[in-house]
């Protein structure tokens, strides 16, 4: 069965301090990973997906198959990265359903 | 505005009701999915269609829901018989078959409650 989790429902950080949202999956094959965040009063937007191993908004997510991991980490939070994050697999090939983890809402304070 | 829209934005109805959902994907985007989001859980698979065909349905997609997207560009979610446990968040995405075909674009949601 395909399954994602996301282990801690909040997490609070001072501004400027590192940030790190864990995600852990459980999929027979070889997912592709995303994190997708939705900020308040707008929509859920993809944030990045693994395959393209690039940085966005100082985001970054490492695939660990090995512990079957794709952390979102970001060295120094900003005020403006408060938001719910959702970490979420898809089957190998893309184009199919998204499977998401039940989110982890980000605070980060002044 | 080009993105997803979905309508109503918010829907309120009484238990035994019928609703109707409308999603228009962004012009030309080939797939179209359906999710449901409940509070304090992440959006849940329904159903998903390429072009007009639906390719597949969630186990979560009861009898009582039925998804169509005759013409391949909108798509319309209905829900007969409504109960409780059927208010929730309908989101609605769309994604092209080529190129960025793993990004999802999703719509601002309607918000369904059941009384």
């Known amino acids: 069965a395909q399954r994602v989790t996301q282990p801690e429902k909040l997490l609070s950080v001072f501004k400027g301090a590192p940030v790190e949202l864990k995600c852990n999956y459980s999929?027979?094959?070889?997912?592709?990973l995303f994190w997708y965040v939705q900020y308040s009063r707008q929509r859920l937007q993809l944030l990045l997906r693994?395959?393209s191993r690039e940085s966005i908004k100082g985001f970054t997510a490492d695939l660990n198959k090995g512990e079957t991991s794709f952390h979102l980490k970001k060295p120094f939070a900003q005020e403006e990265d408060s938001a719910m994050y959702y970490c979420?697999?898809?089957?190998?090939?893309?184009?199919?359903?998204?499977?998401f983890g039940k989110g982890t809402k980000l605070t980060v304070n002044p | 505005d080009t993105g997803v829209s979905q309508d109503p934005r918010h829907k309120i109805t009484k238990r035994g009701q019928n609703v109707t959902f409308r999603c228009d994907p962004i012009?030309?985007?080939?797939?179209l999915y359906w999710y449901r989001q409940t509070l304090g859980q992440g959006p849940e698979f329904l159903t998903y269609?390429?072009?007009?065909?639906?390719?597949?349905k969630s186990r979560l997609l009861s009898d009582r829901f039925s998804a169509e997207r005759p013409k391949g560009s909108f798509s319309t979610l209905e829900i007969q018989r409504t109960e409780q446990g059927d208010s929730a968040m309908y989101l609605c995405?769309?994604?092209?078959?080529?190129?960025?075909?793993?990004?999802?674009?999703f719509g601002p949601g309607t918000r369904l409650t059941v009384l």
């Open positions: 012009s030309e985007h080939n797939r």
């Open positions: 999929y027979s094959g070889s997912p592709e």
């Open positions: 269609f390429q072009n007009e065909a639906q390719l597949e």
């Open positions: 979420a697999l898809t089957p190998q090939g893309g184009s199919e359903k998204l499977v």
């Open positions: 693994h395959i």
């Open positions: 995405a769309s994604s092209p078959q080529q190129g960025m075909a793993w990004e999802q674009f």
